[in-house]
């Protein structure tokens, strides 16, 4: 057939005609080439980089498919977390104390102040205290005195006090010459009889012994003193004060001596400041003489006293007598400095 085409060729066939021969004659063809290239791949030799073990790769696990019949696991829902609030700092609001209770709180810190200073006129508390005192009277004399005094509580409410002194007297007058002299001793019992943070009273009984070796430092006179005296904070003022009663009257003694029998109102004030480090005290006294028709005279007196820590006190103390001449407690002036330990 083959020679019938290229005869065909060579004889000009027509184009068509060509073709047509030409189509049986390749899908003839078509099986053999196919052979022959498939024979011709076994024949190559292995390519270096194809050469060793071949590589498995890992086949991918494929999903399994839950048995008919069998339930499914169900996977829990994710349940979500509630945000925990942040936990604000909690300010506590304490409630105020009402007017009445810090009413009490303040008169209370009043009254232990001045107590712990001294100069609470009410308060039981122990002190050994020494004084200087330098005093012009009225007669134109003049005295240099040196008090010892002890104050020892012997139970909660109970006091016991007692005191003496050593003066220098300079009488002043021609022919006679400064001499030391003792006065009087004289010891008291008080207690307090109603306490309470606006008000306390207490009261006490004094006794004098006519121990003074100049007429002039003594009246020669065994004497009863009772008094009563008040504690009234005032916390408006952050001050308290101190009222206070003294009878004293002589019973027996040198009959060649006059009788005593005098009152005695004196108004004590004091103030605490820095914490009560310091402390300011005012004082008017009255005396009132009732040997001479009730005359009177009239004091001032001052004070300024510091804390020396916790057991020492230091205090300085001027007074100006107004009027009273010839009534007992009467002078010109008098400067006073003493130091005191609180136990």
Not at 60 to 89: D, F, H, N, T
Not at 137 to 162: G, H, K, M, Y
Not at 298 to 308: A, N, P, Y
Not at 314 to 337: C, E, H, K, M, N
Request: net charge neutral.
């Amino acid at each position: 057939m083959t020679a019938m085409c290229v005869v065909a060729v060579h004889a000009r066939v027509p184009g068509w005609a060509v073709l047509l021969c030409l189509i049986p004659a390749c899908w003839l063809l078509s099986p053999a080439l196919g052979s022959t290239r498939a024979h011709a791949q076994d024949l190559q030799p292995d390519l270096p980089e194809e050469s060793g073990p071949v590589r498995v790769q890992p086949l991918e696990a494929l999903p399994q498919k839950p048995a008919a019949g069998l339930p499914q696991e169900e996977k829990p829902e994710a349940v979500p977390v509630p945000e925990i609030p942040q936990e604000r700092p909690q300010v506590k609001h304490e409630e105020r104390p009402e007017p009445k209770a810090l009413n009490r709180m303040v008169n209370r810190l009043l009254n232990i102040l001045t107590a712990d200073n001294g100069t609470n006129r009410t308060a039981v508390v122990g002190r050994a205290q020494f004084l200087t005192e330098y005093r012009e009277r009225r007669d134109s004399s003049v005295q240099l005195s040196n008090t010892a005094r002890v104050d020892i509580p012997l139970a909660a409410n109970l006091l016991w006090r007692t005191d003496a002194d050593l003066t220098l007297y300079d009488p002043r007058t021609a022919g006679n010459s400064p001499s030391f002299a003792t006065g009087d001793v004289s010891t008291r019992l008080g207690t307090k009889i109603y306490e309470e943070p606006a008000f306390t009273t207490f009261i006490e009984a004094q006794v004098v012994f006519p121990t003074a070796t100049n007429d002039n430092l003594g009246r020669g006179k065994y004497q009863l003193v009772p008094a009563v005296f008040f504690s009234i904070p005032i916390q408006k003022l952050d001050m308290a004060v101190f009222p206070g009663i003294q009878q004293d009257v002589s019973v027996g003694g040198d009959p060649s001596r006059k009788g005593v029998n005098f009152t005695k109102l004196n108004l004590e004030m004091t103030k605490p400041w820095a914490n009560s480090l310091w402390w300011t005290t005012f004082e008017p006294v009255l005396y009132i003489d009732w040997t001479q028709k009730a005359k009177t005279a009239f004091d001032l007196e001052f004070e300024v006293g510091r804390r020396l820590g916790d057991h020492w006190r230091a205090w300085f103390r001027p007074a100006v007598g107004l009027w009273g001449t010839g009534v007992p407690g009467s002078y010109d002036w008098y400067a006073q400095i003493g130091i005191r330990y609180m136990f």
